[in-house]
């Protein structure tokens, strides 16, 4: 069996902070994956987060957690617990870019994204 680990490496990343990972806990114990995704892997009837802070901002995401929106419950997060969850998606971002860019073809009919532009 081979396993193809080529571009997987994620030593490059800094590692998650404790906000972020409280973020993490509480992105996962709201089940907020069932709505959104991530790197298009989740539910539907919310948007993509990947790189939601880069292209919106912290404060953007942040005004969407706190207050919810018509599709969107209010979960009645305190504040330490919304920043908890902007670090978490902050923490994402940084893992890469989706939808991809910019795509390699190889002779042999492998596809790999090209550096990223930002």
Sequence with gaps: MTVYTS??????LPPMSDQARLGQNIYQDKNCIAC?????LGG?????LTNVISTRGEAYAG???TSGTARMPNFDLSPDEVSALVAFL?????TGTYPPKNYAVAWNG???QEDDPR
């Design 7 to 12: 571009g997987t490496d994620t030593t490059h």
């Design 36 to 40: 959104h995704q991530f790197y298009g």
């Design 44 to 48: 539907y009837m919310g948007p993509d």
């Design 63 to 65: 005004a969407f957690i």
């Design 90 to 94: 902050s923490a994402v971002d940084q």
């Design 110 to 112: 492998t596809v790999s």
